[in-house]
């Protein structure tokens, strides 16, 4: 089967890139390899460094333990100690160091008992001088056991670095072979990828001109887009103004108040309920303005909702600054940004509904005690009509019931009249 031209170029291109993908690999684990090297050479550089550093210490531990004996300095056995610990610190580096290698790690712990040989050796001077004097601490000084246990420090010393140095140059070596690896790898790798620039110039070159008519073609739906977009911008933009429109201009009060307390949207209706101007209400919080003591029950509903989730609806007395109340039936929904609050005025209907009970309540005071007096003429009425179903009664007690009966009907007429009075005014205030 016959290739185009352009598959050519692709499976060119697919090769080198296959060719790129291996000696991409190799040049990593040659970094690897040479990373590691490296790190192996500056390990080495550490265990001498600290080699040194041991072996001056021990000998600086001798010095002051003999100089502390001469002169009795107190400020030598400072000395003395802070040279222990680095000693012993030292060395424990040391061992974890060499881990890689159990031989050289053997050296340093024989090493690690010499300079403690040298320590205790050191010790017991000082303590020779605090128990038995200068002299006896000099007598001990002078058998040179201190000097001894330095030549061996030295040389153990030596030993090892002689090793660590012999390591070293090995590794130096394999890390300049790596170093050799690398630049050639590298070499190759800017050659493959000089030929694959220059293949994807040709495929670039002449796939130009299609290239031009598809961002012509772009170009044209671009700008159909951007006019579609304007378009449909512009309806959202009529219907968001429509909208606000809407809310600023409703009969209910709408806020909406931020996780954060703050008051971030009032229409004008809920300004007009707040008492306050929307300047100094946006970007405050609602504790701020209001007190949550005059408050309770409206600011504990709203924690619920905002804590919750769950919307609330309640009428209830709202507290102003100012010592005023108003009566508001408030809906309180949860958002995304907090809650929105739906309120309207109720007052004057909790007035009328706070006049209506005034009067109902003070209808059955009236009556309660025009019932309490109208009893009253009534029994008299009643006593009067057994007295008159008696043939027994006499003409005097007869003028006496008669005078009884017209008092009673004139007391049941006057407290029928002041019933009558009262719902006459009920029904003018009403």
Not at 60 to 66: P, Y
Not at 97 to 125: C, E, H, M, Y
């Amino acid at each position: 089967m016959k290739l185009s031209f352009t598959r050519k170029l692709v499976l060119f291109y697919a090769i080198v890139m296959i060719g790129l993908g291996i000696i991409a690999i190799a040049a990593y684990r040659n970094i690897s390899v040479n990373t590691a090297n490296n790190e192996s050479v500056n390990h080495s550089y550490s265990v001498l460094r600290k080699l040194t550093r041991v072996r001056a210490l021990s000998k600086d531990n001798a010095l002051h333990g003999g100089n502390y004996v001469i002169t009795a300095n107190k400020q030598l056995l400072q000395y003395i100690h802070d040279e222990k610990d680095t000693m012993l610190r030292t060395l424990n580096e040391l061992i974890t160091l060499t881990t890689d290698n159990p031989a050289q790690q053997q050296r340093i712990r024989s090493l690690q008992a010499s300079v403690l040989q040298g320590i205790n050796f050191t010790d017991k001077i000082v303590a020779a001088y605090t128990t038995g004097g200068q002299q006896a601490a000099m007598q001990l000084y002078a058998m040179g056991e201190s000097g001894k246990i330095n030549y061996t420090i030295r040389d153990k010393v030596a030993e090892i670095e002689r090793e660590e140095r012999n390591l070293l140059y090995k590794r130096k070596e394999i890390f300049t072979h790596g170093e050799a690896q690398f630049a050639k790898l590298t070499a190759l790798l800017i050659v493959c990828m000089a030929v694959t620039v220059t293949l994807m110039f040709v495929i670039t070159h002449k796939q130009i001109r299609l290239r031009k008519r598809a961002e012509a073609e772009v170009k044209d739906v671009n700008e159909w887009l951007e006019q579609r977009v304007k378009a449909k911008t512009e309806t959202i933009r009529n219907q968001s103004e429509r909208f606000r429109h809407l809310m600023d201009n409703m009969i209910e009060g709408m806020q909406i108040v931020g996780k954060d307390w703050k008051y971030i949207y009032l229409n004008d209706a809920a300004v007009g309920q707040s008492k306050l101007t929307r300047e100094r209400m946006i970007g405050k919080s609602i504790y701020e303005l209001y007190s949550e003591k005059d408050n309770a029950e409206l600011y504990h509903v709203l924690k619920q909702c905002m804590e919750t989730g769950q919307p609330s609806r309640l009428d209830t007395a709202f507290t102003f600054p100012d010592g005023s109340t108003n009566f508001f039936d408030l809906s309180i929904e949860p958002i995304d940004d907090g809650i929105l609050i739906l309120s309207m005025d109720i007052s004057e209907r909790k007035a009328r509904e706070l006049e209506r009970q005034r009067r109902i309540d003070e209808a059955k005071e009236i009556l309660n005690k025009i019932s309490h007096d109208i009893r009253q003429p009534v029994s008299s009425i009643v006593g009067v009509s057994d007295l008159l179903e008696n043939e027994m009664i006499s003409e005097d007690e007869l003028k006496t019931v008669s005078v009884s009966m017209k008092e009673s009907a004139l007391l049941l007429d006057l407290h029928t009249r002041q019933l009558s009075d009262y719902v006459s005014q009920l029904r003018k205030e009403g």
